[in-house]
């Protein structure tokens, strides 16, 4: 991100920003395996067909989602797998941050029975 203007830095933060409401990130995750349509997202996400629509332009304008047209239905894909990558990463940091606390937390615990006495 060196050397970006203020316009780019506008535009990162707002690529960034259509990946940070969980209703898309739950979207993006059904097209993990391929494209679907939005009968077929409505249904696996359990949200209505005019949410998950609004929700797609918002991932399509970003660059994140491409459509194809076939007949009265549009289907969805990633527009670049990359996407997909970078949500792996984050999951993956994620991951190893959790992982850890998790062992902090027991080395605290076991050092605080030892200090205590009990086992």
Known sequence: MNNLDENALALV???????????????????????????????ATGCT???VSKHLAVLAHNGLVAKTQRGTSAYYRFAD??????CELVCEQLD?????EAARRRAFADAARVATGRR
């Open 13 to 43: 933060a707002r690529y960034f920003g259509a990946l940070s409401v969980p209703m898309r990130l739950k979207i993006l995750n059904q097209l993990r395996d391929g494209e679907r349509n939005v009968s077929e997202i409505t249904a």
């Open 49 to 51: 067909q005019a949410n």
């Open 81 to 86: 797998e990359s996407v997909y990558r970078l």
């Open 96 to 100: 190893r941050r959790f992982t850890e």
